[in-house]
């Protein structure tokens, strides 16, 4: 989805191209994987082989910008085949000859652009694509990927255990935060390119399909298979997508305040499936009255026999890996609903803009339940002694080899209530609710927050925020 600072991105680029194409000659491509020569290929319509992202080089895709991706896949457990076709709807940033989708395995059909079969070369995740036609400019162009084959989940890569397409014994267990959504679909995969999705998904009979956002009709079952469709109308990172699948109970309904809600548990935790769809109901009213209006359309939540060591905050269904999830968790990946969903990192590295506000929502949320304040949370916090590893990470720079580092969480969440004491309660909550409605829908990043805390307080926090975000020690 484009937002001005694309276009001035792209004027950017566009004035580059003037720069160095001697005048007269049409741009020329090659098709490139690595980084820096596609970089340097931009300006001759080669789209870049990642976003630019430093800490990530090879997620995303530059040259393009993509406003919808309709997912049609197909799955059976027992050979743990995908059958996928992706049809992307996109816009051209510059001129391309060539660009690149992010895709993990999986074997490439075809492909083409615009209903014209295109050429296309695979180099470890990059799938990279040569329309019959360059695209101009500033077009609207669709490109439409057949794909099948077994999914491999992401393992075990710095220190994110295993995320991705995850196949299950009933089905799939589908979190693919960080960049793992290249696991089951081709696109472009960093949040900075947020979109809107539909998904058709067919299972064997029996099985349920779970995916983000509002059933579209009821399933359909022919030959021993049932087809489900799903769609989210607002826009979504790829890491937020799932298709999660398998034998589930499910409980619908609404929030007290008439938000449709949707738990589903696997028969392993039906249990928890009337607590999950109240608490999941609670808390979204809740942090509604805290953050703002609720972005999205429904909400839920999903728990999985699949022991993940997660919870994932899926847009309007978190999904919980092999654990009955507490009061706490729910509260948690409900807040990031507002804080990492609705509002979007553009870059890794400020991902305590997810993390540290998620945990800020639990301590809050422990206080409205007459337990712990945030206050003791975070006193209790700051007490760990000096020599705590928190204290070494400064949680506002995540390192991309230590993505999901406790710093993020707890020393973000201690940043929250720091810039609280500092400005008072009032400014404070006027901040959450100015925050999550100057940037719904959009993406942020932690300089935008500090501007805002400044506008908004009258104060200088420079000192703050370096201190709890970027010093590699404990503030006093
Ligand atoms: N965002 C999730 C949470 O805090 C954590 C995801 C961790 N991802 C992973 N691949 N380990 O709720
Ligand atoms: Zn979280």
């Given amino acids: 989805m484009r937002s001005t600072r694309r276009r001035v991105a792209m004027l950017a680029t566009l004035v580059s191209v003037l720069a160095c194409s001697p005048a007269g000659e049409p741009p020329t491509g090659r098709a490139t994987s690595t980084p820096s020569a596609a970089a340097a290929g931009a300006a001759e319509g080669v789209g870049a082989a990642g976003i630019g992202d430093p800490d990530f080089p090879g997620d995303g895709n530059g040259g393009y910008d993509v406003s919808h991706y309709d997912l049609v896949v197909g799955y059976t457990p027992a050979t ?4 996928g076709v992706a049809t992307i709807s996109a816009a051209a940033t510059h001129d391309l000859t060539s660009f690149n989708l992010d895709l993990s395995g999986l074997d490439v059909r075809e492909v083409t652009v615009d209903g014209v079969p295109a050429t296309f070369g695979r180099k470890g995740d990059e799938l990279t694509v040569r329309p019959a036609e ?31 397409f995850i196949p299950t014994s009933d089905g799939a267990f589908v979190a693919s935060e960080p960049n793992g959504s290249k696991t089951w679909f081709p696109g472009n995969d960093h949040p900075s390119d947020k979109a809107t999705f539909d998904f058709t998904i067919t299972v064997p009979a029996g099985l349920t399909a779970l995916a983000n956002g509002e059933r579209v009709g009821e399933p359909t079952t022919s030959g021993g298979r049932t087809t489900y469709r799903w769609r989210e109308r607002h826009p979504m990172a790829t890491y937020l997508a799932t298709a999660t699948l398998g034998k589930f109970e499910l409980r619908e309904g609404a929030t007290p305040g008439g938000i449709p809600n949707l738990a589903a548990a696997d028969p392993k935790y039906k249990d928890s499936l009337d607590s999950l769809h109240r608490i999941s109901g609670e808390a979204t009213d809740y942090w509604a009255t805290v953050f703002g209006p609720y972005p999205f359309s429904s909400t839920g939540g999903i728990v999985d026999d699949y022991s993940a060591g997660y919870a994932l905050e899926n847009q309007t269904k978190p999904l ?3 654990f009955q999830p507490d009061e706490m968790i729910i509260a948690h990946e ?18 305590w803009l997810n993390e540290g506000f998620a945990t800020y929502a639990e ?16 006193k209790e916090a700051h007490a760990r002694p000096a020599s705590d590893p928190i204290w070494k990470y400064p949680p506002g720079r995540a390192k991309p080899d230590d993505l999901f580092n406790a710093s993020v969480y707890t020393r973000g969440g201690m940043t929250l209530h720091a810039l609280r004491q ?7 909550f006027r901040l959450l609710k100015t925050w999550t409605s100057e940037h719904r829908y959009g993406h942020v990043t932690t300089e935008q927050f500090i501007d805002l805390a400044e506008r908004l307080s009258g104060k200088s926090l420079d000192a703050l925020f370096d201190a709890w975000l970027f010093q590699p020690r404990r503030p006093a």
């Fill in 422 to 428: 500092a400005i008072g309660d009032a400014t404070f």
């Fill in 334 to 351: 409900l807040a990031h609903q507002w804080f990492g969903n609705s509002l979007t990192i553009r870059r890794w590295k400020d991902l």
């Fill in 134 to 164: 360059p695209i101009g400019d500033d077009s609207d162009f669709t490109v439409k990927v057949t794909y099948s084959g077994m999914p491999k989940p992401a393992q075990d890569h710095a220190n994110l255990g295993t995320y991705g």
């Fill in 363 to 378: 301590w809050l949320w422990s206080e409205r339940k007459g337990k712990k304040s945030a206050a003791a949370h975070f």
């Fill in 320 to 322: 919980y890996g092999g």
């Fill in 80 to 83: 743990k085949r995908l059958d």
